[in-house]
């Protein structure tokens, strides 16, 4: 009776400190990778600016095929992704907190359609993709605000009306 007894409190134990032991690892994202991300948005800004892909009129004259500049930059783009994607799986590269990187394609269907649609539309509107919104604000550009509350604006809208868009 007693090794019952024993038993239920070492499990009570091992619960209870289990449960102190979650409460000792920190939630969410390391400050490690905080300041990693920090430093290559910064950086990526550097480089969006330096590349001129956040001056409206290069994204105008893209969407106006006025030249290939933007073209080439994005072609740019889809290659190194496609390369790092590669190296990521042939050595299994980890997270800088040492998770598995998974890659899992995401299927088609018509919400691509008409989020492309309307990605693109803004994207000639406004001269700027997600991306170049903050590098946009950084240059001086405050008309970008506008643009980042749209964005946002946007996301929000997603978000709360996921379940009834098409997936």
Request: hydrophobic share 50%; aromatic share 10%; glycine share 10%.
């Amino acid at each position: 009776m007693s090794t019952i007894t024993d038993n239920r409190e070492e499990t009570k134990n091992d619960v209870e400190t289990s449960a102190v032991e979650q409460k000792k690892k920190p939630q969410g994202i390391s400050l490690l990778a905080l300041v990693m991300t920090l430093l290559m948005g910064i950086y990526f800004g550097i480089v969006l600016t330096k590349s001129e892909v956040v001056r409206w009129q290069r994204v105008h004259d893209m969407f106006l095929f006025n030249e290939a500049f933007m073209y080439l930059i994005i072609g740019v783009g889809v290659v190194v992704a496609m390369v790092s994607m590669l190296i990521i799986k042939r050595f299994q590269i980890k997270t800088i907190e040492g998770q598995a990187i998974d890659y899992k394609p995401k299927p088609f269907h018509l919400g691509v359609i008409f989020g492309g649609t309307m990605f693109g539309a803004g994207w000639a509107i406004t001269g700027a993709c997600p991306g170049p919104i903050y590098a946009q604000i950084g240059g001086g550009a405050w008309m970008a605000l506008i643009t980042l509350a749209g964005a946002l604006t946007g996301m929000y809208l997603y978000a709360n009306l996921r379940s009834k868009l098409p997936h």
